[in-house]
């Protein structure tokens, strides 16, 4: 069988469900917010109702949703009081803007290595790269993987650091012994931009643990107003992050279909994962108790070395599965191989040759890494197989071709 990106038949002949899925439920909650007559949140009730809902569903305290998750991370940094001057430990491993929103608050962040089994941040790496200026950890959930949070808190508790979970992957995860990640005592921060778990097309939310860090979160997000002001007392300097209501009244409606979709994709993710292993092609993300319930935001994985042979060029492999149907992305680039990692605020005890040696994974998953979009985990048994069967297809073309 011929590829399909050189004229043969794809594996999918049937493309995979559609993502954003919507229905009857954002049709009438778009109606809805639109009959309130008031199309924002101070006299509306959209978005106060789906922060209460998204905050129970992750054990939280409450929640400030916000126009998108880049400033939710802004957000939460400055309410947890990182500021110019600081630094920030977050992964190589992940979406630019863990590093851009330290960077937009005048902080420093500070990349370091993640673990090669979950691909999330490594506490020994933290542990190694903390300095006298260090004030905070950026735990990336990779993928909906939870980080080890366990290891993270004790080492913030010695060295007094503050913990802002990345949740842009990780709507509906858990963690150990079925923890929440609102549970976990700091601020976490969500995407609802058109690719994730769940999308009002863009939007985010930061989860609060308490009424404290809720009020100040709700400061940064609303251009630094008091909840109630009338006389213009601006208290700390803010930005306007707040949500329109149409936006939470589709996220209502959305985070309605999170919990059965996560089980379809934690069934589907299971098969794929224990059959691409049989094969021996590709090695995926691995699980560990850390993900008690893992929503595969993405299913990730690496080329394998091929013993005796040049590795297949990643991005060729992608082209290939794209056509061959499969919704497949290069995994992210390392941070530091970034142009704007580099600009100001930027590192000044780490220079690119020191952040390549300390981070062989990053480094290895820019190169060989591969994700699937979770919408393919949202078909049948057969759907989630085809996904391996292209795998191996475009393989064995391509190692015939070397
Ligand atoms: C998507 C994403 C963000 C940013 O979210 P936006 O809503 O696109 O601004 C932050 N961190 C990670 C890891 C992401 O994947």
Known sequence: MTLAIHGGTPVRQTPYPDWPQF????ENALLRSLHQGQWWRMQGRENLDFEQAFAQLHGGHSAFAVSNGTVALEIALQAAGIGPGDEVIVPAFTFISTSMACQRIGATAIAVDVLADTLCIDPAAVL????PRTRAIIAVHMAGHLCDMHSLARIADQHRLVIIQDAAHAHGARGLGDTGIGEYGSLACF???NFKLMTAGEG???LCPN???????FLYG?????LGDRSYQHTVVGTNARLSEFSAAVL???LGRLEQQTRVRQHNARLLGETLVRQGLVTPQVRTADAHTHPYYMFLFTLDDLPGQPPLDRNQVVDCLVAEGIPAFRAYQALYRIPSYWQAPAPTRQNLEQCIAACPVSERMAQRGIWIHHRALLGTEQDTLDIAAAIAKVHQHLVGAQ
Do not use: D, M, Y
């Not at 190694?128 to 300095?131: L, Y």
């Not at 009424?211 to 979160?217: A, D, M, N, P």
């Not at 609303?222 to 008091?226: A, C, E, L, S, W």
């Open 204 to 206: 985010g939310l930061v």
């Open 252 to 254: 209502s409606a959305q």
């Open 23 to 26: 229905g009857v439920e954002e």
């Open 222 to 226: 609303n251009v630094g107003r008091p």
């Open 191 to 193: 995407s609802f931009q």
């Open 211 to 217: 009424e404290e860090l809720r009020e100040k979160v």
């Open 128 to 131: 190694a790269c903390i300095g």
